[in-house]
DNA sequence: TATTGACCTTCCCACCATGGCAAGGTTTAG
DNA sequence: CTAAACCTTGCCATGGTGGGAAGGTCAATA
């Protein structure tokens, strides 16, 4: 026997919100779910499955665009392991890349307020240097 | 004698698009610059320093926000360098916890795209994992 | 049974920083 | 004089999420 969850339930059970969830469907990420008579969305545990992965993905960082691919692959037998680490390594390139960038601003900005004494007086290399041409 | 440059110079010459430097003005980050009769904004080299200013700010990944204040910090010779500090080390943290999140997810997608063969089998603990409960 | 509170629906707006395009005016070089 | 390279404003889009309004539905309780 199935059980059927309105959309507030899906959240709890996925951990998106409803906002969410709609919003996915909404893109496309989602095929449309079922309604009671009232017009209620409806999921079955095979959907709410499908929520948890899309949270997962999230948490991992992937573009909707991605877990869009994702998914499809997930749910194609005839899928290639390839394509999917192929999806994971490109974002796992991104990851370093954002990585690499944050890091070189904590570098930098680290210095600066090494170098600024934070005391009462004005003087303060973090604006003399944002100030100062390239 | 005041060398004024139009906002595409202005925008050579401190790095920033002409469109941002609008959307700077329009959001209240700038005081509205100049214009000649034909309706060009105008720019004096104090000006552009600004807009330096502001490029060298963003490239450090400041907020909008953030540089409004940091703009009047610099401005005003009254200022404590503390709060400049402050400012700075908030945003640090900022920093900080971005790198730490990505350094999660590069972490867990490491291992799940290493235990991930990438071979014609559809095989996939990518998507296994993803698709598992917490 | 009538009401109340907790759901649900759609629709629109906001964030942040940036880019693109369109329709029109201006300036400069050939 | 014309053409190219500027400039102007205004609107739309991105990505992922949240907020709220106005209204319908459902279940429990008084």
């Not at 209620?40 to 869009?68: C, T, V």
Request: net charge positive; hydrophobic share 40%.
């Amino acid at each position: 026997m199935a059980t059927l969850l309105t959309i507030g339930d899906a959240a709890k059970a996925s951990g998106l919100s409803a906002k969410m969830i709609r919003h996915y469907e909404q893109s496309g990420l989602l095929r449309k779910s079922a309604r009671t008579d009232a017009g209620y969305r409806l999921y079955n545990s095979e959907q709410i499955n499908q929520l948890r992965f899309i949270r997962q993905a999230r948490n991992l960082g992937f573009s909707l665009s991605d877990i869009h691919a994702l998914l499809e692959l997930w749910q194609n037998p005839e899928r290639e392991s390839r394509a999917v680490k192929q999806l994971a390594q490109q974002h796992l390139a991104e990851i370093a890349a954002k990585i690499a960038e944050l890091q070189h601003m904590q570098q930098v900005l680290t210095a600066l307020a090494d170098s600024c004494k934070g005391d009462g007086s004005p003087h303060c290399n973090i604006l003399n240097q944002l100030a100062k041409p390239d």
